[in-house]
């Protein structure tokens, strides 16, 4: 009994021997040259990882330069439109003031809110309702049916305010030049309503 346990204890010994023989002739015959090789891979990877992420850094970077720079152009442009707007606002406010008129500047106080009434002129019974367009190109039939809208609103709105009073719708352009659907519908538009549109051409005299 002992001599077979003995035997297989040795059978036992042989095949672990076998086994370690077995890896050691068939693991990576890794040398110092190859690990250094392997290093120097593993660290240029790392290195054009980085450049890459350092250039999607940079080209994210200026990207919203890009970006900041047209929104500053676009308020720019914005700022000069409003300050240009306010100018003729100015002036006209100024225009009506010097022949007698009360002048309430409703686009200036209220902004976007002005309901599309620059200027409210009052003197006595005779109320104006003003737009002011200080434009190089002359205004388009839909700025003046816009104006024309914007007006019988105001007037159905406030009806209790503009009772017994003489109202008169007023558009009022920089441009010298009249569009010919603007006068086509003028023309058909104060042929038929009471209170009529007047369209007049006054110089930005703050060119």
Same mark, same amino acid.
């Given at each position: 009994? *002992?001599?077979?346990? =003995?035997?297989?204890?040795?059978? =036992?010994?042989?095949?672990?021997?076998?086994?370690?023989?077995? =890896?050691?002739? *068939?693991?990576?015959?890794?040398?110092?040259?190859?690990?250094?090789?392997?290093?120097?891979?593993?660290?240029?990877?790392?290195?054009?990882? *980085?450049?890459?992420?350092?250039?999607?850094?940079?080209?994210?970077?200026?990207?919203?330069?890009?970006?900041?720079?047209?929104?500053?152009?676009?308020?720019?442009?914005?700022? +000069?439109?409003?300050?240009?707007?306010?100018?003729?606002?100015?002036?006209?406010?100024?225009?009506?003031?010097?022949?007698?008129?009360?002048?309430?500047?409703?686009? +200036?106080?209220?902004?976007?809110?002005? #309901?599309?009434?620059?200027?409210?002129?009052?003197?006595?019974?005779?109320?104006?309702?003003?737009?002011?367009? *200080?434009?190089?190109?002359?205004?388009?039939?839909?700025?003046?049916?816009?104006?024309?809208?914007?007006?019988? #609103?105001?007037?159905?709105?406030?009806?209790?305010?503009?009772?017994?009073?003489?109202?008169? &719708?007023?558009?009022?352009?920089?441009?010298?030049?009249?569009?010919?659907?603007? &006068?086509?519908?003028?023309?058909? +538009?104060?042929?038929? #309503?009471?209170?009529?549109?007047?369209?007049?051409?006054?110089?930005?005299?703050?060119?």
């Amino acid at each position: 009994m *002992n001599f077979i346990i =003995f035997m297989t204890f040795l059978a =036992f010994i042989a095949f672990l021997i076998s086994d370690v023989l077995k =890896f050691i002739k *068939n693991k990576p015959n890794f040398t110092i040259p190859d690990i250094e090789k392997q290093t120097t891979q593993d660290e240029q990877a790392e290195e054009e990882q *980085n450049i890459f992420f350092a250039k999607r850094a940079e080209q994210k970077r200026q990207e919203r330069k890009d970006i900041l720079k047209i929104y500053e152009k676009r308020k720019q442009k914005i700022d +000069y439109k409003i300050k240009k707007g306010r100018e003729y606002e100015y002036q006209i406010f100024m225009f009506f003031k010097d022949r007698g008129y009360k002048v309430y500047p409703k686009g +200036y106080f209220e902004g976007t809110k002005d #309901e599309g009434i620059d200027l409210l002129a009052y003197k006595d019974k005779e109320t104006l309702l003003v737009q002011c367009k *200080n434009w190089k190109n002359p205004p388009k039939q839909n700025d003046i049916k816009i104006f024309a809208f914007n007006c019988d #609103e105001y007037i159905k709105k406030n009806s209790h305010i503009f009772k017994d009073k003489i109202i008169r &719708k007023i558009f009022i352009t920089s441009c010298q030049k009249q569009d010919y659907g603007v &006068k086509c519908f003028l023309n058909d +538009y104060n042929s038929k #309503e009471a209170i009529k549109i007047e369209y007049i051409s006054i110089q930005n005299l703050n060119k």
